[in-house]
């Protein structure tokens, strides 16, 4: 059978770009260097596209920048670029070493965003769990340069919006959920429970780091959540609210963590209108 076709262009041709590699930062007990990496989505496009940074979860013990990547298409569809970023466990580097990686992706696509067709003014973060940490802190801290370290300095590595699900905001409460126990991921990701570190627990708040320069918020937590409490959240909103920073809460009713709630139909919707509002021109 022969046919011709007539075919209605209705969506985006995505592609990815895997593996590039946007820092080195020191490994095997300062000996050699280690590559991180990132993989890019976006389509073709005649404009610079805005970013959304994806930071994959895993309690700071593993992660897979990989693994999430068909649940962000619809994103690069809708004229997103997502960087789907690497960053070092807390084997490798304890905090705050993940941070410092995530702020040397922020920096490194700005250096390169002619070379990728990106819009240096306009990123984004977004993450699950321990990546939605990271974001959190990523957005509030976007005003000091503690975390800056490495190559591209000078570029900024502040973002304009942060999306963050399920993720922790306050260690020394989270620690009040599991006794502060030695052996939990925040206490490995710290050096220690959070009481018994109390230093290295301020500068892990992302509240530390408010101003009026904290970009727009949106939050999104099951309250069934059995890894990390919707209390969480809970602090989290409250503080933003605190500081008067912009911010939408969306309590999914009975999802627990990391579930199928934060990839239905719906949940896409409210991502990708908050998105369109703070970071397309």
């Known amino acids: 059978m022969k046919s011709k076709l007539q075919v209605e262009i209705e969506r985006a041709q995505v592609g990815i770009l895997q593996d590039i590699v946007f820092a080195q930062p020191p490994f095997w007990f300062g000996n050699t260097t280690r590559p991180l990496k990132l993989n890019l989505m976006k389509a073709r496009s005649d404009k610079p596209l805005p970013v959304i940074i ?39 580097a304890r905090f705050p070493g993940q941070i410092e990686d995530v702020k040397a992706a922020i920096r490194f696509l700005r250096a390169h965003a002619e070379q990728f067709g990106l819009d240096a003014e306009h990123i984004g973060i977004m993450g699950e769990s321990a990546g939605g940490y990271l974001s959190i802190l990523a957005g509030t801290s976007g005003s000091t340069r503690i975390f800056d370290v490495g190559e591209n300095l000078e570029y900024s590595s502040a973002v304009q919006a942060v999306c963050d699900w ?74 933003l609210t605190a500081n008067q920073t912009p911010v939408e809460f ?18 896409r919707k409210i991502i990708l209108e908050f998105f369109e509002r703070n970071l397309k021109r």
Not at 250 to 267: C, K, M, N, S, T
């Open 54 to 92: 994806w930071l994959c979860g895993g309690a700071w013990v593993m992660m897979d920048k990989n693994y999430h990547a068909p649940e962000m298409e619809y994103l690069a569809e809708n004229g997103f670029a997502v960087a789907s970023v690497e960053y070092r466990t807390s084997n490798e």
């Open 166 to 239: 399920y993720g922790p905001s306050d260690f020394v409460e989270f620690a009040k959920e599991n006794n502060g126990s030695a052996d939990s991921p925040e206490a490995l990701l710290m050096g220690g429970p959070a009481h018994r570190v109390p230093e290295v627990a301020e500068a892990a708040n992302p509240c530390t780091y408010l101003s009026p320069e904290t970009p727009p918020f949106l939050i999104l937590h099951g309250n069934q959540d059995h890894t990390v409490p919707f209390s969480q959240s809970e602090i989290l909103y409250e503080r």
């Open 250 to 267: 969306y309590e999914l009713d009975g999802a627990d963590h990391a579930d199928r709630h934060f990839v239905q139909p719906a949940i």
